[in-house]
């Protein structure tokens, strides 16, 4: 089966957009896709960047960069999530801004790709730092999101709370109220029933079609997942659910490994107490990066990017990764998983049961009318699943690994769309 070449060297290895590109080369010469359309989906339609003050408890005023990138419209509005951290590139959200188009065209849902994000330290920023923050932000990129332009989401260090600013922010401007201009807002405001939990049931959803793929049992199937956020944390108690071993959960300031498996509901409860996993009585206290190349039948890394490089990939003794968090391996590591033949269900294909769910909050609030979360469940994994099987077809008819697939399965189905559209002139 053919792999992805390694067209970056190990000094660019971690930078996300190269890795995107690398991978979204190598599958536009398997599709032998035309140059100009080439050329349209390499690089952003649109870079926004802005920087705006905000005034601080203190009464100083500190200055913030924000950004929002919007790489593809073609299939429609832009999608992406806003994330807060101190560690922001704009090489970075350019390159989550094109996961974002491939992951909603693997999942076939008429969305483009976008993403966004300030760069600040939220850990040591108060409540109304954050909303003054937020709501400056929002108005800064105002002209630029809309239902029907470009519908941001919680990401990292965002949530539900940020998105209600974010939407209040921008029906006050509007003078109506816009409940579909973000997803990911409370159940009150618009919001919908599943979507907090969506992101970690299609990482289940994923482990279950790669077990039925692969003829392997789920009774006894050991999993150690590394970041415990939201979706760690709820793909985690989804699969203890359904009878996998929860063996190891690994965060940044330290991991649990109990062979026998860790009770997830208690460990919820546990860090809800105390804001930390550390402490929790029920595992073994065990360093991060040593938890990641235990033994295990499936890996999953739910945090952040570049956690699978070529200094670790070779330890790695998980038999199927699948992958919750966006780009945690890099395009050289993906050499050396090739090689120990390890399974991998790649990003845009196994952490798309977020933006599928923010794709039905946006649908029931442009109807009015609210869907009870069972049908948002069902709804979900139907579509996960006929995506999962469309992505493993490709992968078999084009002898390339499933990342590759996922990506050409992508680039056919918005350059056609563009294709179809034709050039604007």
């Not at 408890?57 to 200055?63: L, Q, V």
């Not at 970041?227 to 940044?252: H, P, T």
Request: net charge neutral; aromatic share 8%; hydrophobic share 40%.
């Amino acid at each position: 089966m053919a792999t992805l070449t390694s067209t970056v060297t190990l000094d660019r290895e971690i930078n996300p957009w190269e890795a995107q590109n690398a991978r979204f080369e190598f599958a536009a010469r398997k599709l032998n896709l035309d140059e100009g359309i080439w050329k349209v989906l390499s690089s952003p339609s649109r870079e926004v960047i802005v920087h705006f003050p905000v005034m601080m408890d203190n009464g100083k005023i500190e200055m913030f960069t924000g950004y929002r990138v919007q790489h593809s419209q073609a299939r429609g509005p832009a999608k992406g999530g806003i994330r807060y951290s101190p560690d922001i590139t704009l090489d970075e959200i350019r390159a989550l801004a094109s996961w974002m188009t491939w992951k909603c065209a693997v999942v076939n849902i008429p969305f483009g790709g976008a993403k966004g994000g300030v760069i600040c330290e939220p850990s040591k920023m108060s409540r109304g730092e954050l909303e003054r923050m937020t709501r400056r932000y929002t108005s800064e990129i105002i002209d630029f999101i809309g239902p029907e332009k470009d519908v941001p989401a919680p990401d990292m260090n965002t949530n539900e709370q940020t998105m209600a600013w974010i939407m209040d922010t921008y029906s006050m401007h509007m003078r109506q109220t816009v409940t579909s201009v973000v997803t990911g807002k409370p159940i009150s405001m618009g919001g919908s029933r599943g979507r907090t939990e969506a992101t970690g049931r299609g990482v289940m959803v994923a482990c279950n079609e790669s077990l039925r793929y692969l003829n392997m049992q789920r009774e006894g199937c050991r999993v150690i997942v590394q970041g415990f956020g939201n979706v760690g944390s709820n793909g985690a108690r989804l699969l203890m659910e359904n009878g996998y071993k929860i063996i190891g959960i690994a965060e940044k300031d330290g991991g649990l490994y109990n062979p026998n498996g860790i009770d997830i509901h208690q460990l919820t409860e546990f860090k809800y107490r105390n804001g930390t996993t550390l402490g929790f009585k029920g595992a073994e206290a065990t360093p991060s990066d040593e938890l990641i190349t235990r033994e295990c039948e499936i890996l999953v890394p739910a945090a952040m990017e570049n956690v699978i490089t070529s200094r670790n990939a070779e330890q790695l003794r998980a038999r199927i990764l699948v992958e919750g968090a966006n780009g945690p391996t890099t395009a050289v590591a993906d050499e050396i998983l090739a090689d120990k033949r390890i399974f991998v269900v790649p990003d845009i294909l196994a952490n798309s049961g977020g933006v599928t769910a923010s794709y039905f909050e946006w649908v029931q609030d442009r109807q009015g009318y609210f869907w009870p979360e069972s049908r948002v469940n069902e709804e979900l994994e139907t579509i996960l699943r006929a995506s999962f099987e469309d992505v493993l077809r490709y992968a078999e008819s084009h002898n390339v690994n499933n990342r590759i697939a996922a990506y050409m399965l992508a680039i056919d189905r918005v350059a056609f769309t563009i294709r179809q559209r034709g050039i604007y002139a």
